[in-house]
Nanobody, 123 residues
Framework: QVQLVESGGGLVQAGDSLRLSCAAS????????MGWFRQAPGKEREFVAAISRSGGSPDYADSVKGRFTISRDNAKNTVYLQMNSLKPEDTAVYYCAANRFFKATRAYDYDYWGQGTQVTVSS
């Protein structure tokens, strides 16, 4: 069973950048497909990005395509989310998630979740 811990959130201004990290432990990280999701107050959790076990074939939500980049370092058991040109509508709690079987865009396909890190973008 893998444990996930996110970090890197904070309060930034519109147009700024942040890099989120998600450190995994307790499992063989390279076995897992990884995803990032976010949840704003009063809204459902939504897909942001996902990446294959080798680090290729990233998928992105349309709302972040061209601004966010997902990557992973299997030697460091860490997945990243580089967020550029942040907008106030990106404000949310960001979660990373792990899945053994396929690169998924639906939250219920993921078995393991971190506690989340808050990202707040002021206008």
């Amino acid at each position: 069973q893998v444990q996930l811990v996110e970090s890197g959130g904070g309060l930034v201004q519109a147009g700024d950048s942040l890099r989120l990290s998600c450190a995994a432990s307790g499992g063989t990280f390279s076995w897992y497909y990884m995803g990032w999701f976010r949840q704003a107050p009063g809204k459902e959790r939504e897909f942001v990005a996902a990446i294959s076990r080798s680090g290729g074939s990233p998928d992105y939500a349309d709302s972040v395509k061209g601004r966010f980049t997902i990557s992973r370092d299997n030697a460091k058991n860490t997945v990243y989310l580089q967020m550029n040109s942040l907008k106030p509508e990106d404000t949310a709690v960001y979660y990373c998630a792990a899945n053994r079987f396929f690169k998924a865009t639906r939250a219920y396909d993921y078995d393991y979740w971190g506690q989340g890190t808050q990202v707040t973008v002021s206008s």
